[in-house]
């Protein structure tokens, strides 16, 4: 028993949050809304060459070998940078998809980071994330995974109030798609669902960083408004909801990673997207009263955050959603 | 990062599992606040400690086995989950015994930790007065040196055990010039030292629960002073960490009232009315939490295992464990219906749940210490 993190991960994650501090900023975010793609110009490339998009190959196909204990901690990074790239989709879903597939002609180039590619599973619900710029799609049917060229994919936007989530509903032939035998789906689906729930804990952790640094400058009454206990309070229980989370979602990578039996899987990773879930919508409300009007703004940088932690908190299953599984997995729903 | 038992922690945890199994009361007990429930749980904590059980963590020289962390969790868990009767020495071992270990001289540690150890000498806390509740340091309860001894006049209240211990570790002031924080002693105070009264208080419920003291020129030998005269805030402080963090309240406690949570909702649900959507879902989200306090312990410790240090952050847990007792417990209740009000042991649990948010700082004074000692924000 020893639940901490190796120093190799931690210099990992070190990294790549120097890698989002300097190039993924709240203006390249911005940014990347009025681009053509919506993407952050060479962000992805950047990626590809600090090896995050390679973590969870392994290392005799080109991959870095790590597992999901390690990517948890740097998507809790991505969300806390508020990174618009399917990076959770690509690195945690499907790199390990297709290297379990033995799909190397699409393999190599996901991990370059010359291709994108994204995922359409049901438990992620009718829109898919960046559909239009990804060049393959990891798509759920009849029980299995396909991977699917951008070309035979014709896409249909869908307005999200994030803007860094481009959404479409996608069409497709699955007789035409390649189908990934060897991947798992219910094992895609859980670590879609543990991907989510660490940028979740990443986006709370901002926006409790965030309102902590505002609270503490902006006066009133004379005095910061951070003084307040009713402001106070409201921060614990933000904190508290992270404090909390956190540790379910990397004891729950750590399930993903050595644990065979689904259901034990599926518990686990449900707990933590049930926490994470309540623990981000929690630091969105917190943030947006404690800023009070000038959270309420699109020019605040602020709603880069509440945004993404309400679009995530629902994606892959909401708390509520979540908790049925772990229902199920504790024999009280049939 | 290897969240595997390894082959020595399952040995540990074989060993606790068939000690507790084999040497379990067969009769429940009454209340520990009562007279008879007493020393009905001071003979199961000398059963324990002859099974070298009694304070795992402690050096085997003081009557434990230097369990590390990990095998002192295992230990909670598997003592809670085997529903033996609660520990009447809780206050002592895990609220004084840190502090003098930190602060006792050698003497001190020599007599008192033995006798904690097996029961011997059972210990109530002294630290509220009417007067200074969340604000402890405005305690008015005096300790005035004279020869050899303390002379000790004033008022504690809310001691837990207070009536039955046989001593009671007190936060008193010796400086009576000093201003609130400075000036303030520790006192170890015997039960019988003349001059003492006791009062048992009611608790909500009727049962006598908590206790007043009343010190009328009460003598204390100084040699019972823990720590430097005038340093009893930074003493107690360093007890108020254990007591809100690791040691009070252990993540097998609340695992294991999950587990009896999760077992009354499997019942209803093969009942006619099944069970609730709603209440199935607090069912649920009470068990999550538990296990999330629990992974959230196994995090802390392996940050102190390397040296880490655990200090407001157990404001944190101390808000957790309380609020989410006492929300298990009222989902308990909500699952019985028209049966909640009639007594039952999650009656009792549910009312014992109630006094989490208030006991050991209350959770609004732990918020504050979060806001301001683990997020920075500003006092005024």
Redesign the interface.
Known sequence: ??????EE?DMFRDTVREVFAGECSAEAIRASWESDDGRVAGLWATLAEVGVLATMAPTEMGGLGMDE?ASVRLLEEAGYAGVPEPLMEHMAVAVPALAAARASQLLDPALSGQSTVTLALASGGPNVVAAASADLVIAEHAGSLLAVDSQAVTVEPRDSIDESRRLFEIRFDPGAAEPLVGADLALAADRAALGTAAQCVGVARRL?DTT?EY??ERRQFG??V??Y?A???R???V??GI??????V??AA??VA?CDDALLRGRDVS?AK??ASDAVDRACRAALQCHGAIGYTFEYDLQIWLKRGWSLSGAYGDA?QH??R??AA????R | MDLELSPRYVEFRDEIQTWLHENRPTEPFSSMDSADGFEQHRVWERTLFEGGWSVPAWPKAYGGRDCDLTEWLIYEEEYWLSGVPGRVSANGVSLLAPTIFNFGTKAQQDYFLPRMASGEQIWAQGWSEPEAGSDLAAVKTTAVRDGDDYVVNGQKTWCSRGKYADWIFCIVRTDPTAQRHAGLSYLLVPADAPGMTRRTIRRLDGESGFAEVFFDDCRVSADHVLGEPGQGWAVAMAAAGSERGLSLRSPGRFMAAAERLRLLAAELSETADGLDARLRDEVVDAWIRAEAYRWQTYFVAAELMAGGDLGSEASLMKVFWSEMDLELHATALRLLGDEAEVHSDWLGGYVFSLGGPIYAGTNEIQRNIIAERVLGLPRR
Do not use: C, I, N
């Open positions: 028993m020893h639940f901490s993190f190796s991960h204990v409790l902590v609270v503490t005095k910061p951070g003084t206990q402001v106070k309070h921060l614990a229980d904190r508290l404090e909390f989370s956190a540790p379910l990397y004891r750590w399930t050595h707990m049930a926490m509520r908790r049925d772990v229902a504790l024999g009280l729903l």
